[in-house]
């Protein structure tokens, strides 16, 4: 969830896997990390394609990308979630 914006784990999953494979460029000719989106990717979940005509996109993205880190367990991936520290 990012906000009012609801999307599936897996969807998110799937964004954070697009996002961190643009990352595998050249370092001199990444895109910075503020300014990707990944609005022109053919595999992005369709559920995110409204996500694209909103002027803060990439910080959604940027956002719910961070949030599917794989060090975070699913539950405590949620701020709105307590007790698994």
């Known amino acids: 969830q990012d906000g009012d914006l609801k999307f599936s784990l897996e969807s998110v999953k799937k ?16 895109v910075p990390v503020a300014s990707y989106s990944p609005c022109q990717e053919k595999h992005l979940p369709e559920e995110f394609r409204p996500v694209c005509k909103r002027e803060d996109a990439p910080m959604i993205f940027r956002r719910l990308s961070l949030a599917a880190e794989d060090d975070l367990c699913e539950i405590c991936a949620n701020a709105a979630c307590a007790g698994c520290f």
Do not use: Q, T
């Open 15 to 30: 964004l954070k896997e697009l996002m961190d494979g643009n990352g595998h460029i050249n370092p001199r000719m990444m």
